[in-house]
Nanobody
Framework: VQLQASGGGLVQAGGSLRVSCAAS????????LGWFRQAPGKEREFVAA????????YGADSVKGRFTISRDNAKNTVYLQMNALKPEDTAIYYC???????????????WGQGTQVTVSS
C-alpha cells in the first residue's frame, strides 16, 4: 500500500483544516487507516484510526470532539477533519495503514510521507 498525504498548511487558532491521504496498491477496503502526528521535539503520537467497517478510534483526549476521521472507499482516501485548532496541534501529520485495526493504532505496517500543519496563535 502506498500512501500520499496532502492538505496541510497554515491556519489561525480556532480555524479548521482537512488533511487527506490517498492510497494505492492493494485493496483499500481491506485496511484499517490511521493518522499520527509528531510535533517538534516530541514523539510521534496516535491521533485517530478507522477500520474498514467505519469503526473509529481516537487517541489523545485533546483531539476528541475536535477531530473526525473518515474514509471514502470509492476514492481510496482517508480524511482527518480538524476543527477548533490550537497552536499545540502544530505537527507533521502522517497517515498510516495496516490490515489490523489494533496494529494501525500502535505499529502500522505502512506510512505516508507526512503533511505539515501549523496553527498560529
Amino acid at each position: 500500500v502506498q500512501l500520499q498525504a496532502s492538505g496541510g498548511g497554515l491556519v489561525q487558532a480556532g480555524g479548521s483544516l482537512r488533511v487527506s491521504c490517498a492510497a494505492s496498491g492493494r485493496t483499500f477496503t481491506s485496511y484499517a487507516l490511521g493518522w499520527f502526528r509528531q510535533a517538534p521535539g516530541k514523539e510521534r503520537e496516535f491521533v485517530a484510526a478507522i477500520g474498514w467497517t467505519g469503526i473509529t478510534t481516537y487517541g489523545a483526549d485533546s483531539v476528541k470532539g475536535r477531530f473526525t476521521i473518515s474514509r471514502d472507499n470509492a476514492k481510496n482516501t482517508v480524511y482527518l477533519q480538524m476543527n477548533a485548532l490550537k497552536p499545540e496541534d502544530t505537527a507533521i501529520y502522517y497517515c498510516a495503514a495496516d490490515a489490523s485495526r489494533v496494529e494501525v493504532t500502535t505499529n502500522p505496517s505502512y506510512w505516508g510521507q507526512g503533511t505539515q500543519v501549523t496553527v498560529s496563535s
